[in-house]
């Protein structure tokens, strides 16, 4: 199982999630005003660092990750390849998928192939700037999948900047001679096997096909010689004559499946890991020799300077060194020792019980120099021959690669981030990467923040380890409440058990939805799984079930789904304590007709008891990221949103001001992913409302200082096109407004 990059569920949550929606056209980035600044949230790291790309040069290098674009060093800091200002102008909207590779041309630095969102992608500046090669067409690909870790899906010729191959997932192998101008494929090597059902429908489309060229082979008529491409459990096809004609070297039996990672040594013999054995294969003669580390081997690399030295790498982070060019093996020291003295303190301290580990690479100047690709960042050692263990050091600044599932800026306080993986950021200086997070060192991650309206520093969170593994230490669910604003957390005592459930199961309340009362100690836990909301009055000690009427045969449930979800459905009033609402959106599965709990319901008594106050469907689309949020300062304003749906339907945002009886569209804003509230323009004036969607069709982030009346744009942060999941404003001060996206973290911005 690969534990990190479990982003990746978010980000497929989100397109897997809004499936059902009609194809619409793409949303194209709106500028942003002068007066509207727009800066990183300084998290730092997060994700999933999938693939690194090292430049012949050993200056140069690109990293890539599992939830959106690709970084590139530029001489003290990553910075995003993918933006508003690199991408051509046809592309420049709005998309939440990561990039398949991305790589140097090794005879050339300033060439930069980049494989995104279906598309193949040239720069000849060092990835300032891109153009779509439209040649190529469309591939289709997943940068997020279950194989993201184990390939190379495009490869440069060592010699030729203008000879190109990429490994697609069902196009086979294709091959550019003239810089991706235009391309052939390569028959004789198969497509990668596709897993089908008894009615012959993809269940899993595999790994496709990896790359590798051998750069030491030498070149003859301006091509490198040797290449490997190895066909998703089909085995690996080698070309002696510059990609002219292709054999099968590998076929599974006695010898690798696939090329998952692999490497040549100085003696020319390819070395690869086999994602189905967990070996390392070494290529000798026209046969195979399994290495035997003592790794469940993932990545492989091998010495520029020296054969015999050989690391191999689990994918948890277990280490094994050969000096015998693989004779003997020496197991390492694990856990591994971590530090980031000048880069982005927490993911150091994070607990490392599973470095989750993709790519290693030796530098190809820096002797003893090692980098990988982990589930939380970039990292480098410098190690020895005598070495016991590993002394990773983070090299991660730059990167902002967390999934945010929520940020909430409480009164009175600074802003929240709650993050798939890594759990809780306290944000209390903007640009500052955090020394900590929460709730504890675990690997957690923080589906959903609420604070209290009026009770300073009062916040609860609903903080679930969705890996589904690792129950065993007592503390997968930490969800549980701060008092000082999120600074630290405290576990519930308990945790609610469902009539009639298995105490067993480690799971049976997690994940979800939580709310907090506007004036008391009153928290309602609203878990996935479909399950009906339980409230507490005493921190977590006590809990009481609610009780809803069962739906009608053939009818959903309607509540929360699927834990992966950026559903937030429970709310509660910000004016009037122990009042709540959540939303149903329940329908009948085989007339879509809404189900008899469909609808609107409000809690008086702290989520005891509930009363349906608006029946039937509010929108269309809600039965996935479907957000309820309550306005500051006003009694019974409600606002709802489908949220992010895949090709981004035009449906209103709808608006109650009776607590939920009535609802309307709001004016000229539809295809709302988020939205939020912050400090009012005047003392005695309504919340500002902050939206990420449409206003009078263009799309951005927007502000209303008037209850809705009208809306200021404020553009898009940062230069990016990745999806906004969230967004909140500051309630201390009118104009400040903090965003979180699908896979490249946080941003704040501030417009007078």
Not at 227 to 239: E, M, P, T, V
Not at 390 to 401: D, K, V
Request: charge should be neutral; glycine fraction near 12%; aromatic fraction near 12%.
């Amino acid at each position: 199982m690969r534990y990190a990059g479990f982003g990746l569920m978010a980000a497929a949550a989100a397109l897997c999630a809004s499936g059902y929606a009609a194809p619409a056209a793409a949303q194209t980035v709106q500028t942003s005003p002068a007066n509207a600044v727009w800066k990183p949230l300084a998290i730092g790291g997060g994700g999933y660092i999938v693939g690194i790309n090292l430049h012949p040069n050993g200056i140069d290098r690109i990293v890539r990750t599992d939830t959106y674009g690709a970084y590139i060093w530029r001489g003290n800091a990553w910075a995003q390849l993918v933006t508003t200002a690199s991408m051509p102008v046809e592309d420049r909207h709005v998309t939440g998928v990561g990039a398949v590779d991305a790589v140097f041309a090794p005879s050339d630095a300033n060439r930069v192939y980049l494989f995104f969102n279906d598309r193949l992608y040239r720069s000849d500046d060092k990835g300032v700037s891109f153009t779509r090669l439209a040649g190529f067409g469309t591939a289709a690909s997943n940068a997020n999948d279950s194989y993201r870790d184990i390939s190379y899906k495009v490869a440069v010729d060592p010699v030729n900047p203008d000879v190109l191959y990429v490994g697609t997932r069902d196009d086979g192998l294709r091959r550019s001679v003239d810089g991706g101008a235009t391309w052939t494929t390569i028959a004789a090597v198969p497509v990668g096997f596709h897993a089908r059902n008894a009615d012959g429908k993809v269940t899993d489309a595999g790994a496709g096909i990896s790359i590798l060229f051998d750069g030491r082979s030498g070149a003859s008529a301006g091509l490198t010689r040797i290449i490997y491409a190895g066909s998703w459990k089909n085995g690996i096809w080698q070309s002696r004559d510059g990609g002219a004609s292709w054999q099968q070297i590998a076929n599974g039996n006695a010898s690798p499946s696939y090329l998952a990672r692999g490497d040549v040594d100085l003696g020319g013999r390819l070395l690869v890991t086999d994602e189905e054995s967990g070996k390392v294969w070494r290529r000798e003669g026209s046969g195979w020799r399994d290495l035997g580390a003592t790794v469940n081997a993932r990545a492989v690399t091998v010495d520029p300077t020296s054969a015999n030295r050989i690391y191999a790498f689990s994918g948890g982070g277990e280490a094994a060194r050969s000096l015998d060019g693989g004779a003997s093996w020496t197991k390492l020291t694990y856990p591994n020792a971590l530090a980031a003295p000048r880069d982005v303190p927490w993911i150091a301290w994070t607990d490392n019980a599973f470095f989750t580990t993709s790519d290693v690479r030796f530098d190809p100047l820096r002797k003893g120099r090692l980098w990988v690709g982990q589930g939380f960042g970039v990292w480098k050692a410098d190690v020895a021959d005598t070495d016991t263990g590993i002394r990773w050091l983070a090299e991660s600044r730059g990167i902002e690669q967390l999934v945010v599932n929520d940020i909430v800026a409480p009164p009175g306080g600074a802003p929240v981030v709650a993050a798939w993986d890594q759990g809780l950021f306290y944000k209390d200086k903007p640009d500052v990467f955090a020394a900590r997070r929460g709730p504890t060192r675990r690997f957690n991650s923080a589906w959903d923040v609420d604070a209290s309206a009026y009770r300073t520093g009062f916040l609860a969170a609903a903080v679930s380890d969705h890996r589904f593994c690792c129950g065993g230490d007592g503390l997968n669910i930490q969800s549980g409440y701060s008092l000082n604003g999120g600074r630290s957390w405290v576990r519930f005592p308990t945790q609610p058990t469902p009539p009639g459930s298995n105490p067993a199961d480690d799971y049976r309340f997690a994940f979800g939805s939580i709310a907090v009362s506007a004036n008391t100690s009153r928290i309602v836990w609203m878990p996935a799984g479909d399950g009906v909301p339980a409230t507490t009055g005493d921190f977590g000690k006590t809990w009481t079930f609610a009780s809803f009427p069962p739906p009608d045969p053939g009818e959903s449930a309607g509540w929360n789904g699927g834990f992966y979800l950026n559903r937030k459905i429970l709310a509660a009033d910000r004016v009037v304590s122990n009042r709540f609402y959540v939303v149903n959106t329940s329908f009948n599965t085989t007339t879509y007709a809404p189900g008899k709990n469909a609808g609107v319901w409000r809690s008086n008594d702290g989520g005891r008891t509930w009363e349906q106050v608006f029946k039937g469907k509010l929108t269309d689309w809600a039965i996935w990221n479907a957000k309820l949020v309550a306005m500051p300062g006003r009694t019974g304003n409600l606002f709802f949103t489908p949220g992010k749906l895949d090709g981004d339907p035009d449906i209103p945002l709808m608006r109650s001001e009776d607590s939920g009886r009535t609802w309307l569209p709001v004016a000229s804003v539809s295809k709302v992913h988020a939205i939020g509230f912050g400090a009012p323009r005047n003392a005695d004036g309504p919340a500002a409302i902050y939206v990420a969607g449409s206003v009078n069709d263009q799309y951005g982030i927007w502000r209303s200082a008037d209850n809705g009346a009208t809306w200021q744009g404020m553009g898009y942060p940062n230069q990016s096109l990745d999806t906004v999941s969230t967004i909140d404003g500051d309630k201390r001060t009118f104009g400040v407004v903090y965003v979180g996206f699908t896979g490249s973290g946080a941003a704040y911005g501030t417009m007078p």
